[in-house]
């Protein structure tokens, strides 16, 4: 069973950094598109941002600019990088695969929230 293990979310004050990193317990993990997703009490879960097994990428237009996603299929990782962060970007983020129909069970998420 595919295990999903988020990390790196924290408290930062606006117009900060943090970087988020998902470790997927998969042996075909470099042949999946993978994607960041996030979630708030108020909202349902939204895409973030996609990347495909072969590195090509996808922005919401809320974080294009700001957050880059990025793999390791060496370490089964997949990485989010978000710069100059903004109250609205508080949620709790998770990873998981790209395609709805592909999703695996989620994991428990990481929580990120940004003072004003």
């Known amino acids: 069973q595919v295990q999903l293990v988020e990390s790196g979310g924290g408290l930062v004050q606006a117009g900060g950094s943090l970087r988020l990193s998902c470790v997927a317990t998969?042996?075909?993990?470099?042949?999946?598109?993978m994607g960041w997703y996030r979630q708030t009490p108020e909202n349902q879960r939204e895409l973030v941002a996609t990347?495909?097994?072969?590195?090509?990428?996808y922005y919401i237009d809320s974080v294009k600019g700001r957050f880059t996603i990025s793999r390791d299929n060496d370490k089964n990782t997949v990485d989010l990088q978000m710069n100059t962060l903004k109250p609205e970007d508080t949620a709790v983020y998770y990873c998981?695969?790209?395609?709805?129909?592909?999703?695996?069970?989620w994991g428990q998420g990481t929580q990120v929230t940004v003072s004003s």
């Open positions: 998981n695969r790209a395609s709805r129909s592909l999703w695996v069970s």
């Open positions: 990347i495909s097994k072969g590195g090509s990428t």
């Open positions: 998969e042996r075909a993990f470099r042949l999946r598109d």
